[in-house]
């Protein structure tokens, strides 16, 4: 089999200067908003052992990239960093709460045959707070979120919060059992009344239960949906929850950040490892999430450690297409100066060319011949100054 060795496999694509340019101008953005909370970076593995994603015999493991190592054990590309982290934070770190960062790349496998499927190395930046918990832990880390958007120059967007407690909650009231929990799960958090309806029609439920649990999907906006959330819950783990966002709430409100807010009981992705606040980025030019994240306090137990932990991660891909369609990307910097050097002038403009440098400026030399050249060379690459080096002067100029 013969392959075309210009053609990239699907879902990768190689980052051309202006974009590796502004994707890292993001990162370095949202890295010193962490940095300021205290968060520090951290780095696992590019692949480790599978069984570090196998929490709970998630579901997404068909999602995972398989490796198999020379002893035949079966290795993982990183999928999920909150999952290696919380390995980390179990098994190496003893503080009682440790705040931290990364910037990485992950992987998602998919037999998706064409080139328009979803991208399988994405770009992730993202915090854990391991270690803390209540609504005031949370509040960090929405902040956190809100705050690295608006670094990033991005004003209209929303975080949407929802609470997983209060889901659960009503199932356990109602006497669901796992699968049936996960089932209106699925359809509650896809809005998809009609399968929802057609479920509880099959279940032996009260009227009213059915219509209560029929009003979940629709529990999102403002303060407004609280009043009717109230009235659904008939369980202690549901009040709790709308307590939990109540509070977090009243803290937005005394920051100022209210108005990024906004509420979804009826945002319920997948269970594997959530157990508390969820929430997510979302802006009118992206047809997806920029930023999720959660608290999953029970998470660390599956490495032996009780860390309660809240943490979320943004895609860099998916944030710098929201910032090209509203305020639009960096310009790639062009060097301050192009240089070239003539008449045995190599020992004078090397020594002169280090001087600038160390002063902060960014200067590339010019492989011409002439003073036409290096202004033609200068006006290609919009370098607006240059430099032409003998070993007895130096002249600049300028092509404007």
Request: one cysteine or more.
């Amino acid at each position: 089999m013969s392959f075309n060795k210009n053609i990239l496999p699907i879902g990768v694509q190689d980052y051309l200067p202006e974009t590796c340019y502004n994707k890292s101008f993001l990162e370095n953005k949202i890295s010193q908003v962490f940095k300021q909370s205290g968060y520090q970076k951290i780095e696992p593995p590019t692949f480790e052992y599978i069984d570090t994603y196998n929490f709970n015999n998630s579901s997404h493991m068909e999602k995972v990239f398989k490796l198999i190592d020379f002893d035949g054990k079966v290795l993982a590309l990183r999928s999920d960093p909150t999952l290696q982290i919380s390995r980390i934070a179990a098994t190496k770190l003893k503080n009682n709460i440790n705040r931290l960062f990364y910037v990485l790349n992950s992987y998602e496998f998919s037999n998706m045959q064409t080139q328009n499927s979803r991208t399988r190395e994405f770009s992730q930046v993202g915090l854990e707070l391991i270690g803390a918990k209540g609504s005031k832990a949370d509040c960090e880390v929405i902040i956190l979120a809100i705050e690295s958007l608006l670094s990033c120059g991005l004003k209209n967007f929303k975080i949407d919060i929802g609470q997983v407690d209060y889901f659960l909650g009503i199932a356990e009231f109602y006497g669901f059992d796992e699968r049936l929990t996960e089932t209106i799960r699925e359809r509650i958090n896809n809005k998809d009344l009609t399968g929802i309806k057609n479920l509880l029609e099959k279940q032996d439920l009260s009227s009213e239960a059915k219509e209560n649990i029929l009003l979940i999907p629709n529990l999102f906006g403002g303060k407004e949906v609280l009043k009717t959330a109230d009235k659904i819950s008939q369980n202690q783990k549901s009040d709790n929850a709308i307590k939990n966002i109540k509070e977090i709430l009243e803290l937005m409100e005394q920051f100022g950040y209210s108005d990024y807010i906004s509420i979804d009981f009826g945002m319920l992705p997948h269970l594997s490892y959530y157990s508390g606040i969820i929430f997510r980025g979302m802006t009118d030019c992206v047809g997806a999430a920029l930023l999720e994240g959660g608290r999953y306090d029970n998470l660390s137990a599956y490495f032996g450690a009780n860390n309660p932990s809240v943490g979320f991660s943004i895609g860099v891909s998916r944030l710098m297409t929201a910032i090209e369609k509203t305020s639009g990307l960096q310009p790639l910097k062009a060097s301050d100066y192009a240089y070239i050097v003539i008449e045995n002038g190599e020992k004078h403009a090397f020594e002169y060319i280090k001087k600038l440098r160390q002063s902060g400026l960014c200067i590339e030399r010019a492989f011409v011949d002439s003073e036409q050249d290096l202004t033609q060379y200068c006006r290609d690459k919009n370098i607006k100054k240059y430099l032409i080096i003998s070993d007895k002067e130096i002249k600049e100029g300028s092509y404007e």
